[in-house]
């Protein structure tokens, strides 16, 4: 399959009557804006835009060079009763099993494309970090027939771990989950087709806790925009883990993970602004105290009277406290607020809880006002650090919905209209970045909308869904 118009991807998003649909096919497009870069570069190698790149612009597609396709691995590990606790270390060698057979089976091109990945000798160095060895498509023998033989399985181990990808929406609770309840399905296609692939282009890519790049999944193929402005010879940068986290929670993964210490520009700003011996005790404390309610969503349904109340008072303490400081600048607020995403959304959820006792209009107008006026503060500290997340979207559809509702219900038009207009602008931009702009088609657009807000009010995740 072909990219026609990098300004339309919905061929390949809405893939409904091509063979993209059945995770067989290769794509793969490189815009001309990128190159790779070797010398320039903070860590030997990454991406570097060749011009100015506007958000939401095609920086490129790529297919998985070698993969762990979905229907096989579940046939393999189900016989075999893997247990869930076990089964992303079983998919990891169901992964290494297929680059051995590439390795035995001399596949030059695929061979290359992870190998690359290992590093090389200063003479084939440029060969190796090529597009075309990338994407899997240098038949060249790069490798001597005693390099491959000397690879054990440790290092086809250490490339997995550092460079394969899986939709970000997975994990391997929902994917056991999964296959027990569709046991007696037939029809697999809804599912992801791979659990696990290689792709080499993609792991090129430097990490920033607040990157430049945003990346999306399509029947297995991987589809990566800009999410902000990107200036000529600036390197293109994207998060290796959920970076909705606070700093030293992000520090510490990235240190176990990735063996690193984060110095991007968000780490940056976060050490220096937020020593504890340089806080006033009032926003350290507010910070320590909102902590325990920002590690993860809370089932707000089931949650008692008390909890719900201890949680709000102590979000609009932090509001008051930290984010009204003037002790702290514009940036790290930004990024303190998207450092407590979850906080945020338990508290929205909390409130929204709440609606069903409201008994009067103007209450339930005010419990929506203060939703959407903290709502908004988030989306703009997305915008800043985090522009075009899945976090990202699900606040847009809520503030959308707010919106309407309380533009349906207001006796004054005039001034709800204003809001419903702005918030309907802010889902399209939004979507048109992560997604790219469907040939600025509304029915393409609405579709879009349509299908994220399906897919992100799901309890159980996204795992039942060709892309988010």
Known sequence: ?????????????????????????????????????????????????????????????????????????????????????????????????????????????????????????????????????????????????????????????????????????LNYEKIAKHWDEREEESDQCQFVPNLLGIFPLAAMLNHSCSGNAVRTFSNGIMIVHASKTITANEEILWSYIPSTKEFMGRRRTLKKLH??????????????????????????????????????????????????????????????????????????????????????????????????????PVQIRNVQDMILKVATHLHFSFVFSNNASTEHLSLLHLCYDLANSIHRNNEDKSNSITKVRFWTEQMKRTHQIRYGKMGDDVEKIRRLLVHTKSVLRQRDGMAAFNFL
């Open 259 to 360: 063996k690193f210490v984060c110095m991007c520009n968000k780490c940056s700003i976060e050490s220096k602004q937020l020593k504890r011996d340089i806080l006033p005790l009032t926003l350290r404390n507010s910070i320590d105290e909102s902590s325990a309610w920002n590690t993860r969503l809370l089932d707000v349904e089931n949650c008692d009277e008390d909890t719900k109340r201890m949680l709000c008072t102590t979000f609009l303490s932090m509001e008051e406290t930290v984010f009204a400081s003037a002790s702290l600048s514009t940036d790290v607020k930004h990024m303190l607020r998207t450092d407590f995403t979850n906080f945020h959304f338990n508290f929205f959820n909390c409130m929204l809880s709440s609606l069903g006792q409201c008994s009067h």
């Open 1 to 169: 399959m072909e990219i026609h118009d990098p300004s339309d991807l919905s061929p390949l998003y809405f893939a409904e009557n091509n063979s993209s649909k059945d995770g067989n096919v290769s794509v793969n497009y490189v815009s001309p804006s990128i190159s790779i870069g070797i010398e320039d570069v903070a860590h030997g190698r990454g991406l570097i835009a060749t011009k100015d790149i506007e958000e939401g612009e095609l920086l490129f597609v790529t297919s998985p060079t070698i993969s762990v396709d979905h229907n096989t691995a579940k046939q393999i590990l189900t016989e075999q009763n893997v247990p869930v606790s076990k089964l992303e270390e079983a998919i990891i060698d169901l992964l290494i099993e297929n680059m051995y057979k590439c390795l035995q089976e001399d596949v030059n091109a695929i061979l290359n494309s992870f190998l690359a990945l290992m590093g090389s000798k200063s003479d084939v160095e440029k060969e190796i970090y090529s597009m075309e060895t990338l994407l899997g498509q240098n038949d060249d023998c790069l490798f001597s027939r005693n390099e491959v033989e000397g690879i054990s399985k440790s290092h086809l181990k250490n490339i997995i771990l550092k460079n394969a990808f899986g939709p970000d929406f």
